[in-house]
Antibody
């Protein structure tokens, strides 16, 4: 069965970076794009961007272009998102999710990131 | 960016009732719309795509409709397991954007 296993919660200091992971299983990794979505505490959802695991091509929401970097390791079926220069505004739950069409048909459980000194 | 305005923000309904949630796009999104259900502490799950197509395994009491800039999600015969937040999402144009969400509770 399809699974997206995300890394555990992270507590990071302001100004630091954090790299989140999303390990896919149960399907052909290169058949689906991997997207990342931000959900600030109890609020709505923001699309950060996606990566094509086959080519490494990325497409970012302009709002997150200087904040997030998406990469992928095909050998381990794992996608990564690095968030840089963290501030309190980056405290949120981050989901990885997949798409083949233009909607998200399966989501990971999310990784909570807390930015605090 | 395409703005998605969802209403109501919260909703209280009784078991067995029919519930409708609306989503309005700031421009025509040509049925490029999905609906997701998110239960407390869980990740979102796809219910509807292409405005009116039911995702595999989703109960038939859920349905989507609409066109142009106006879309709706209807839940017939509300069940206790439907207590959740619901989000619409447009994927007609980048950046993909979500509605603000509707929190559905039991009366």
């Amino acid at each position: 069965q399809v699974n997206l296993l995300q890394s555990g919660a992270a507590l990071v200091k302001p100004g630091a970076s954090v790299k989140l992971s999303c390990k896919a299983s149960g399907y052909t990794f290169t058949d689906y794009y991997i997207h990342w979505v931000k959900q600030s505490h109890g609020k709505s959802l923001e699309w950060i961007g996606y990566i094509n695991p086959n080519s490494g091509y990325t497409n970012y929401n302009e709002k997150f272009k200087s904040k997030a970097t998406l990469t992928v390791d095909k050998s381990t079926n794992t996608a990564y998102m690095e968030l840089s220069r963290l501030t309190s505004e980056d405290s949120a739950t981050y989901y990885c999710t997949r798409s083949r069409g233009r909607y998200f048909d399966f989501w990971g459980p999310g990784t909570m990131v807390t930015v605090s000194s | 960016d395409i703005q998605m305005t969802q209403s109501p923000a919260s909703l209280s309904a009784s078991l067995g009732e029919t519930v409708t949630i609306e989503c309005r796009a700031s421009e025509d999104i040509y049925n490029g719309l999905a609906w997701y259900q998110q239960k407390p502490g869980k990740s979102p799950q796809l219910l509807i795509y292409n405005a009116n197509s039911l995702h595999t395994g989703v109960p038939s009491r859920f349905s989507g409709s609409g066109s142009g800039t106006q879309y709706s999600l209807k839940i017939n015969s509300l069940q206790s397991e439907d207590v959740a937040s619901y989000f619409c999402q447009q994927y007609y144009d980048y950046p993909w954007t979500f509605g603000g969400g509707t929190k559905l509770e039991l009366k």
